[in-house]
Nanobody, 119 residues
Framework: QVQLVESGGGLVQAGGSLRLSCAAS????????MGWYRQAPGKQRELVAS???????MIADSVKGRSTISRDNAKNTVYLQMNSLKPEDTAKYYC?????????????WGQGTQVTVSS
C-alpha cells in the first residue's frame, strides 16, 4: 500500500503561481513513477505531468512552458510548480503513484487538492 497526501492547492488570480506537493508513504519502493492528474467539472481526468524514478519527466501540452514537475527523494515528495495560471487550469488535482511501466497503469491515488484560478 502507498499513501499519498497532496497539499498546496487554493484560490489564485490568473497569472499567479502555485506549487502542489505530494508526499508518499508506505511501500514507496514499489513506485516506478509519480504524476499529477487533474479533473475539471464535467471533464475527464487528464494527465498533467509525470516523473519516473530515474527523473525522466513528461509535461502535458496544456501546461507545457508553465509547469514543472520535480521530486525530492529524501522526502518522498513530488512537486508540481504551476506558473502563469489560467482560469482553464481550474480543477481538482490528483497525485498518483504508478506501479507499472507507465504512470497510466495501475497505481495509487491521493485525495486531490482543489486549484481555482479566477479571471
Amino acid at each position: 500500500q502507498v499513501q499519498l497526501v497532496e497539499s498546496g492547492g487554493g484560490l489564485v488570480q490568473a497569472g499567479g503561481s502555485l506549487r502542489l506537493s505530494c508526499a508518499a508513504s508506505g511501500s514507496i519502493f514499489s513506485i516506478n513513477a509519480m504524476g499529477w492528474y487533474r479533473q475539471a467539472p464535467g471533464k475527464q481526468r487528464e494527465l498533467v505531468a509525470s516523473i519516473t524514478s530515474g527523473g525522466r519527466t513528461m509535461i502535458a501540452d496544456s501546461v507545457k512552458g508553465r509547469s514543472t514537475i520535480s521530486r525530492d527523494n529524501a522526502k518522498n515528495t513530488v512537486y508540481l510548480q504551476m506558473n502563469s495560471l489560467k482560469p482553464e487550469d481550474t480543477a481538482k488535482y490528483y497525485c498518483k503513484a504508478g506501479l507499472g511501466l507507465s504512470i497510466t497503469e495501475f497505481g495509487y491515488w491521493g485525495q486531490g487538492t482543489q486549484v481555482t484560478v479566477s479571471s
